[in-house]
């Protein structure tokens, strides 16, 4: 047991930044599919849309209102979230690393809850609702995409501060509009569209970060591309605690909460709880995120300084 719970862990970026639910369950189990995969051959990104297609059909299922129905579909979401954790661990057991599977896996996600917000608002507009329950259904769903983007973007700045470049994704959109641009829509469209939807994504999350970028391009431009362990070790100790946050603006929890809703025929639960609990603790976060790394970088500063000086 202890053997492939070590094993498990090296297909993983950080034990800081994994939620316990992902520890404990989604990783050991897209380890063993990882393995399968592997062993038939099977790429990154094939597990990565057969996610995409179980997932759709999972938010299907939730249009019915009926339960044995709606089962089939929490189990089916729960095997395409435990897909999506594998795509990630098979590159990295067979190192088939890439950016474009990286913006497929995301948009992947973004796909399955696309499915489930139409069938939710389709089930309640059959049992009754109006239809304006879409414009609640869009708002939730832009909160999501907010939500989910800013703690991916926090825990890539965790795992650039604390482990260095090569265990981090951070990128800038800058970086992703020279690559956009040498790309053609006649010969590269799906990939020229994935860029595009990822230089979007980027955007946003540098609009909410602005003390954040001051930090790393400051780090990077006075360093070889790794923070030195000072900063690297303030950075642990300002921002660790907050990684559980993080996780709660991901999926696991809004699953959870969505299981509840669906089970118990409270619809309307789910979106609120998107737009009013999470949203609340997004706008946290960012302020104690951009707090520390006002803090961080003037510590950089006196650092540099006093460098200069010697």
């Known amino acids: 047991m202890s053997l492939i719970k070590s094993k498990v862990e090296t297909t993983l970026k950080s034990k800081d930044t ?22 038939i051959g099977m790429t990154p990104n094939a597990v990565t849309i057969a996610s995409i297609f179980i997932g759709i059909i999972a938010g299907h299922l939730f249009y019915y209102n009926n339960l044995r129905i709606n089962v089939i579909g929490i189990l089916l979401l729960i095997f395409a979230e435990a897909l999506d954790s594998a795509d990630g661990q098979l590159a990295r057991i067979t190192n088939q690393k890439s950016m474009y599977g990286r913006i497929l896996d995301g948009f992947g996600g973004n796909l399955w809850f696309i499915s489930i917000y139409i069938h939710l608002c389709l089930r309640l507009i059959a049992s009754g609702s109006p239809y304006t329950v879409f414009l609640l259904a869009i708002v939730a769903g832009i909160s999501h995409s907010l939500q989910s983007a800013m703690a991916d973007y926090y825990r890539n700045y965790y795992l650039y501060f604390v482990f260095g470049e090569g265990k981090s994704e951070v990128v800038k959109s800058d970086e992703l ?22 230089i979007n ?33 303030l950075f642990k100790k300002k921002n660790k605690k907050l990684i559980k946050y993080y996780n709660i603006l991901t999926t696991n929890t809004r699953m959870i909460v969505l299981f509840i809703s ?5 619809l309307y639960l789910y979106f609120i709880f998107e737009i009013t609990l999470l949203n ?4 946290w976060v960012i302020y104690k995120h951009e707090t520390n790394s ?17």
């Open 280 to 283: 609340a603790l997004l706008i």
């Open 177 to 198: 509009q020279m690559l956009y641009e040498e790309l053609s829509w006649s010969r590269h469209f799906f990939k020229k569209f994935l860029m595009r939807v990822y």
């Open 18 to 39: 994994e939620e316990f639910l992902d520890k404990i369950f989604y990783r050991p189990l897209g380890y063993l599919i990882a393995l399968g995969s592997k062993k």
């Open 262 to 266: 669906i089970l118990s025929g409270y």
């Open 294 to 310: 006002k803090e961080i970088l003037d510590k950089a500063k006196i650092i540099n300084a006093e460098e200069s000086n010697v």
């Open 201 to 233: 994504y980027t955007i946003e999350q540098e609009y909410f970060s602005k003390k954040s970028i001051q930090l790393i391009t400051f780090i990077s431009k006075k360093s070889d591309s790794n923070p030195s362990a000072e900063i690297s070790d």
